[in-house]
């Protein structure tokens, strides 16, 4: 089953790849439509000037959400937009405790005021499941 959830991971990593290499400006509405994932509320953690996968895991981790100890990222500079400069950034990660969950998506927004700005702020977070019984592939709704 962990098989199956890290070739699922991986052809999902690989497609958004390719869309976005493919396309430049125009990403996947999977990267830019944040509705399609389940929002997760929270209070702001402080500005990050790392890299934007450091500060996704440094983010998560204040927010005390478990990443383990392997996460996968996927990185996708939007550039300008109304809200500012904008990156998305996807981590993934498999799930050991809990039965009914092989795996989670997170998707972070993460904004700085301008291209020149080193630190990221998070402007929006989102989370997918990979779930052990149903439909295969990631999705809104957690598993039941």
Known sequence: MKKT?????????????????SAQEKFSKVVTDADRWDAIEYSAPPECSLSPEECAVKMLTELKIDVGSE????????????????????????VDDDELV?????????????AADTSYSLD?????????????G???????
């Open 102 to 114: 092989l795996g989670k998506l997170f998707r972070l927004e993460l904004e700085r005021s301008d």
């Open 124 to 136: 929006g977070l989102g989370v997918m499941f990979q779930c052990m019984n149903g439909p295969v």
């Open 5 to 21: 959830l890290l070739f699922v991971t991986a052809a999902f990593v690989v497609a958004l790849s390719i869309t976005a290499a």
């Open 71 to 94: 996460p996968k990222f996927s990185v996708y500079p939007l550039g300008e937009t109304n809200d500012g400069n904008v990156t998305v950034v996807f981590v993934s990660r498999f």
């Open 138 to 144: 990631w999705r809104k709704t957690p598993c039941q």
